[in-house]
């Protein structure tokens, strides 16, 4: 783990920030010379380390901007669930409903093939499509982290801040929302890992990500160990470094020296 | 003494949870400068009328006026009359998240719009106060329960509140704990801070309070100074109250 690389004499802060930023000069040099690494195997990653960098990059990517857009998602949600209004805890329960109860597979076909019917006018290119999809999805799941991180977080933390004279948006952002934010990290991060090998689905509707890569490759080679090998351990560099920047945030969070 | 105003005023205030009524028809009203300490039994409602002093738990029906304001949803005038009052928890809870310095400073950097370096200033007079200023960078699960509630107090005076209520505020400590924070509770009623204490000691009580309110099934059963209360109980249960708390 990257954490424990620093000296003990570092704050919890500088550790976190060391670790955040050579996570992220990490996973930045890893998939700038990920091509020339690959070009040095032989046949047939050899030949093909450009699209298979390519590939990474397009499924880190895809990763990064529905992972966003899911937290964004499953915030608000979260939120609609716990809200007072009646309509909106619906409306969220319906959302998380039915997302969890269909498959991805399916969501993403719908998106980028009925919706167009369904909405004329509304032809999402491959890529945008897929994010639309994969960030409904994770979105539904955050949202059910953050749900158990707010209901854990004590009703005296709340009481304590409002008897304080705070206002309501005090109270939650400073108050609630860290504190709930810290228990719902640990899933967070597993829904996080999750999408981005789940964004591999996004082949069925074309997207050239790393998986789309590795298969065409396959068949045009017939040399299915070494192709998808490539595309597996691929998968691992990239979780890997993922789950040190979710490491990072998770022992900055961790005022109480809990995370070992 | 000059005639005693009455800062809170509590007008036949009924609450029920359910069927089980908490609050009958309490009225009383509570002085500026005085100390009032409420015992009873546990569920005879001294908690929820401190809570709802501070509309924690709103009341049925009935009214409680601060300074003649009546204590009511309005956000605005709520969240002013909260400043105004401090309040202690039995649990503390304080914010976890926070440093000490950060879990005092929080209110008035929030509410008050104190510069952090001013507020940071301030708190650090009130950590003095209780005796923790060396603990200004730690956090709260690094203090023992004591100095938890400690810096709790801090908190709430950080506000430059009128009235403390403190609900229970020795009750999940340590017996070895108990008197470190009494004796900051002791020190805040010299300096003329009004307070309502919600409390098991009977000690503090006789010693500290101008008045002493038993609470029983609901209503004020006895109302009457220190000295009266526990030198002749007006009553057996009274009397039998006393004799279980070992006072």
Redesign the interface.
């Given at each position: 783990m990257l954490v424990a690389l620093w000296p003990e004499r570092w704050s919890r802060q500088q550790r976190s920030n060391a670790t955040l930023v050579s996570a992220l000069v990490l996973m930045v040099l890893a998939l700038s010379v990920l091509g020339q690494l690959l070009s040095f195997l032989p046949e047939p990653i050899g030949s093909n380390a450009q699209a298979f960098a390519a590939g990474a990059r397009t499924t880190l990517w895809l990763t990064l901007v529905s992972g966003t857009l899911g937290l964004l998602l499953g915030t608000c949600a979260a939120l609609a669930r716990t809200a007072r209004w009646r309509a909106l805890r619906w409306v969220a329960s319906f959302y998380i409903w039915a997302i969890r109860g269909t498959p991805l597979l399916v969501q993403i076909l719908f998106v980028y093939f009925a919706l167009p019917a369904l909405v004329p006018g509304l032809n999402l290119p491959d890529f945008a499509a897929a994010v639309v999809a994969l960030s409904l999805n994770v979105g539904a799941y955050n949202s059910e982290s953050v749900r158990a991180g707010l209901l854990a977080v004590?009703r005296?933390?709340t009481?304590?801040?409002?008897?304080?004279?705070?206002?309501?948006l005090?109270v939650f952002f400073?108050?609630v929302f860290?504190?709930a934010f810290?228990i719902a990290l640990p899933p967070l991060v597993s829904n996080f890992v999750a999408l981005l090998k789940d964004s591999s689905l996004a082949y069925a509707i074309g997207v050239v990500e790393l998986t789309n890569v590795g298969n065409r490759i396959q068949s045009a080679t017939f040399q299915p160990i070494a192709t998808l090998s490539t595309v597996a351990v691929t998968y691992l560099l990239l979780t890997t470094l993922v789950t040190q920047i979710s490491n990072a945030i998770e022992y900055r969070?961790d005022?109480?020296g809990r995370v070992k | 003494m000059s005639t005693p105003q009455a800062f809170i005023v509590a007008d036949h205030v009924c609450k029920s949870f359910g069927a089980h009524q908490v609050l009958c028809d309490v009225s009383t009203h509570f002085n500026t400068g005085e100390v009032t300490v409420i015992i009873g039994a546990s569920g005879s409602g001294k908690s929820t009328l401190l809570r709802a002093i501070?509309r924690?738990e709103p009341h049925d029906s009935g009214s409680i006026t601060i300074e003649g304001v009546p204590v009511s949803d309005d956000?605005a005038t709520l969240?002013?009359q909260?400043?105004d009052?401090?309040?202690v928890?039995q649990?503390f809870?304080?914010?976890?998240?926070l440093s000490v310095l950060d879990n005092i400073t929080?209110?008035p950097r929030?509410?008050r719009h104190t510069a952090r370096a001013q507020a940071n200033a301030e708190a650090m007079v009130l950590l003095r106060r209780v005796g923790l200023h060396e603990h200004a960078h730690k956090?709260p699960?690094q203090l023992s329960g004591g100095q938890q509630q400690r810096v709790?107090i801090a908190?709430?005076l950080a506000?430059n509140p009128k009235v403390m209520l403190f609900d229970e505020p020795t009750s999940a400590l340590d017996p070895e704990m108990v008197q470190e924070v009494l004796d900051v509770m002791r020190e805040l009623a010299r300096g003329g801070m009004t307070m309502i204490v919600v409390t098991h000691e009977m000690g503090f009580a006789r010693e500290v309070a101008d008045r002493v309110l038993f609470f029983d099934q609901g209503r004020i059963a006895h109302d009457a100074p220190p000295d009266a209360f526990f030198g002749n109980p007006a009553n057996d249960r009274i009397r039998a109250f006393i004799g279980r708390m070992g006072a």
């Open positions: 004590p005296g933390q009481e304590a801040a409002r008897a304080l004279g705070l206002g309501r005090h400073d108050v860290p504190q810290k969070f005022v109480e | 501070n924690l956000i969240q002013k909260r400043c009052v401090g309040m928890f649990q809870n304080l914010f976890g998240h929080l209110a929030r509410v956090y699960w709790a908190r709430a506000m």
